[in-house]
């Protein structure tokens, strides 16, 4: 049997690939009405989602964040560790909190909760334990299934957790677009585009033509690259 470094490496990313696989096949299958009110609960907000995470895999959330505002959902990301900081003023009745925690009990979460609590503003949890503070706290939890980290021996380091996560803000940004999307028209100057993407807090329009069929996508980056602002 060979045993140099190049096929045991090639053995320990089948290893991890797999059992990121098989958790993601173990969501899909897990999912329940749950989901859909999660959907219904952001599709309602007139506000922002702000989405929290904490630690290295914060990461995560300000990706999801990014998906959120990239696919029509407008949003930001918060690290919980400037909350008590005054951050915890930005978030507004009319908007809505996306929680991120796997053990659902992270210490920092606590005054987000309470303030959720306090001026109406829904809670989505996704968590790794539907027993957790967090998840009972949320208005809605959405609770990934059991899966072992792919860091071996002890699992310490989020692996295959984090990937349910960033696979599960990919579902609820999918899931929000809508059928009836901001549109602009062909002629429309470049600045009052812009303008449209502020005032609706988005960062991508359709463009169509006088019978509403697509001809293209303006996204703000475009605009920035043009040198409009």
Known sequence: MDSSPYFSSLDTARRVLNLQAQALHAMAGALVSSFDRAVQTLADVSGRVIVFRMGKSGHIGRKIAATLASTGTPAQFVHPGKTSHGDLGMILPGYAVLALSNSGKTP???????????????????????????????????????????????????????????????????????????????????????????????????????????LGILHVHDQLRAGVV
């Open 108 to 214: 920092e979460l606590d005054d987000l909760v309470a303030h959720a609590r306090r001026f109406g503003i829904p809670l989505i949890s996704i968590t790794g334990r539907g027993t957790s503070a967090l998840a009972r706290d949320a208005d809605v939890a959405l609770v990934l299934p059991q899966a072992e980290e792919a860091c071996p021996p002890l699992g310490l380091a989020p692996t295959t957790s984090t990937t349910m996560q960033l696979a599960m803000g990919d579902a609820l940004a999918v899931a929000l677009l809508t059928r009836s999307p901001r549109t602009i028209g062909p002629d429309l100057l470049a600045a009052e585009a812009l303008c449209v993407m502020n005032e609706g807090s988005i960062t991508a329009l359709f463009v169509v033509d006088g019978a509403g069929r697509p």
